[in-house]
């Protein structure tokens, strides 16, 4: 099959989205200049027009606000933001409005609209440009939470985002942007709420979201060379996330560590491993280990950022532990 | 009473002047009935949803929605009875929502601050601050991507001047030109904050110029004013020409929220109702209706009428039964596949 990146295959969803259906139309910052969006985004303008693909004013509560309101009178909006830590200025379309309103009017009025956003860090950007706030949208009801993790599921999740009649945040990472992979040329989609199996194996099993994935990836074979099995699965979505998938795996390997690129408390590795204790506790061999970032917010300098973000030796260490502690 | 007659014909085209103004002094008669009969029903502790009353401020919500067509969109806060009945919403719907009953508007999720009848262009009140000024003036970027010349109103108040919403909101309409006409109902307090302690002048409508938009300020309590300065900006946004501000001053008669009059912690606000009083803008339309040629057996008539219709209204909230508390987990998502 055809190889495409992550970013270009992100690309690929948004040009057919809008070629397929006059209602979708993307508005964010940046989206005229490859600076804020990579390649993910290159040239829409052109191929559109910039009625529909909307470079704005630096202004993301009443963007996003206008998308609430452009996807409650027809409308099927993507809104970008570039970097998440800005997306926290739009917090009140996101959570107060666009996650409550199907509820609040009892299914009469919905938010057909995606909020995509981008975790953009390293590279010494310091603690206001790199920040993963995933778990702060989890937390919410009335939002849906996807985080790609390759360039199949990059595509097919944004299609999936926009058909899905609610607000959906597509959370993508530029860490994963230039990683290639297989992509069908035309329209699929991707369920939400499901994860997916990555490898199969019967010692531990390992969850991880988005770029903890692609480590977690690279720390199986490494783990497979030393005669642990580890089974990974790819969460992908993470609100609502494949509980079901998730707790059939360690029921089986009886041993889970979580790996999710964001901090610790109140994240989605510690809601992961909270219901698989529950669910799965007579079936559980070891406690349940977590990979996160530590609860501290991004240091700058590249020696400190090389101590702060896990890499797949950190998962490996993590499985080796849960290994070795087995009863 | 025929309230989407009001929706209908703004200005009173293909019928007379004359019959227009009834209609809006019907309209707005009945906000102030409604209101009150609410505002009794808070008091007698039926009614328990927090309401923010409309009263003094009726000439806003009838002079701009009646200058609108019924797919129109208007945009609301906390205090939208007013601008719910004046652009056409069911009042016993209205007030079944106010007791929290499936047969409401809402359908008993919502209460007093949470509004919608998407028939008549009301896609959501909510009461956070300025919350749905952004979402109006994604209305009108809708409008203007799908080329349908519908014009968005939102209504806010002199407090939610005072967010970044609105002046990120002015900004990128009037960037993209879209038609939207803002009404800021300034009636002079937030809460329990007077105007001027919160802002350094006095100039609300002049924010408008600094964004790139026309702003006029006008009396909110004087309904041909409203309503003329209103079918003036939404053919202007209609045809193209942009957005405006309408800075409507008038004056809420009771507190923030619930019935009493002056009982707002920390406000002494009785000599100032004492000045607004005589300008009550139900009284003002209703001699202009009389000077018309209106007869007073025939507006009385009208609130004969409108009394029996928020009678029947009451009735059939108290008899409406509760949502089931099976259905309370039902629709945080709406299921339904969304493929063109």
């Known amino acids: ?327 | 009473m025929e309230p989407t007659a009001l929706t209908r014909h703004g200005s009173g085209a293909g019928e007379g002047p004359a019959v227009a103004l009834r209609s809006m002094y019907a309209m707005m008669l009945r906000i102030r009935l409604f209101e009150e009969r609410v505002a009794d029903l808070v008091e007698a502790g039926e009614i328990k949803t927090p309401c923010h009353l409309y009263i003094g401020q009726e000439a806003i919500a009838v002079g701009v929605c009646a200058a609108l067509e019924p797919h129109d969109s208007v945009w609301g806060g906390h205090r939208s009875h007013g601008h719910y009945l004046a652009k056409g919403g069911d009042l016993r719907a209205l007030m079944a929502e106010m007791y929290g009953k499936v047969t409401g508007c809402s359908r008993g999720r919502g209460g007093s601050m949470h509004l919608i009848a998407p028939s008549v262009g009301i896609f959501g009140t909510v009461p956070l601050v300025a919350a749905t000024v952004p979402l109006a003036v994604g209305a009108g970027l809708a409008s203007k991507l799908r080329g349908d010349h519908l014009v968005s109103v939102p209504f806010f108040g002199d407090g939610a001047v005072e967010e970044g919403h609105v002046h990120e909101s002015l900004n990128l309409a009037a960037v993209y030109h879209l038609p939207v006409v803002f009404v800021c109902e300034n009636n002079l307090y937030a809460s329990h904050m007077h105007l001027l302690e919160r802002r350094a002048q006095d100039n609300i409508f002049k924010i408008a110029e600094a964004h790139g938009l026309p702003g006029t300020v006008l009396d909110g309590n004087d309904l041909s004013a409203v309503h003329h300065a209103a079918v003036e900006a939404v053919a202007r946004a209609r045809a193209g020409g942009g957005p405006s501000l309408l800075e409507c001053r008038t004056f809420r008669w009771r507190g923030h929220v619930g019935a009493a009059w002056d009982m707002d912690v920390g406000v002494k606000r009785r000599d100032e109702l004492q000045d607004w009083l005589p300008k009550d803008p139900v009284a003002r339309t209703r001699a202009t209706v009389l000077r018309a040629g209106a007869s007073e057996d025939d507006l009385d008539r009208i609130g004969r009428d409108l009394r029996a219709e928020i009678d029947d209204a009451v009735e059939f909230a108290r008899r409406s039964p509760y949502p089931a508390a099976a259905e309370m987990q039902a629709h945080v998502f709406v299921s339904r596949p969304e493929v063109p």
């Open chain 1, 1 to 327: 099959m055809r190889e495409l990146t992550y970013a270009e295959a992100i690309r690929e969803a948004h040009a057919q989205l809008l070629d397929r259906d006059p209602r979708v139309f993307v508005i964010g910052q940046g989206l005229w200049s490859p600076w804020y969006a990579g390649s993910s985004l290159q040239g829409l303008e052109k191929q559109f027009g910039r009625d529909r693909v909307i470079d704005c004013p630096v202004s993301e509560n009443a963007t996003t606000g206008a998308a609430v309101g452009a996807a409650l009178t027809g409308m099927r909006p993507i809104v970008f933001h570039p970097r998440m830590d800005f997306m926290l200025l739009a917090v009140d379309p996101i959570v107060n409005q666009a996650a409550n309103w199907s509820y609040l009017f009892a299914g009469q009025a919905s938010v057909p609209m995606v909020i995509r956003a981008v975790i953009n860090r390293g590279g010494e950007q310091g603690a206001q440009h790199s920040q993963a706030l995933q778990a702060f949208f989890m937390h919410v009801p009335g939002l849906k939470v996807v985080m790609p993790a390759t360039p199949y599921d990059a595509k097919g999740l944004l299609i999936a985002a926009v058909e899905d009649g609610n607000p959906v945040m597509y959370i993508d990472d530029r860490w994963l942007y230039s990683r290639a992979g297989s992509v069908p040329e035309e329209m699929y989609t991707v369920p939400i709420g499901r994860g997916m199996v990555v490898r199969e194996g019967a010692d531990v099993t390992v969850v991880a979201t988005s770029y903890m994935a692609a480590l977690a990836s690279q720390a199986g074979r490494t783990l497979a060379s030393e005669g642990i099995d580890v089974e990974l699965i790819d969460l992908r979505s993470i609100k609502p996330w494949d509980q079901d998938l998730v707790c059939t795996s360690v029921r089986k390997t009886g041993r889970l560590v979580v790996a999710d690129g964001a901090w610790a408390t109140g994240g989605v590795a510690g809601e992961v491993a909270a219901t698989v204790g529950a669910e799965v506790f007579r079936d559980l061999k070891a406690p349940i280990v977590r990979v996160t970032l530590p609860d501290t917010p991004a240091p700058m300098s590249a020696a400190l950022e090389r101590a702060y973000y896990p890499t797949d030796e950190t998962i490996a260490a993590a499985v080796r532990g849960v290994w070795s502690s087995a009863s």
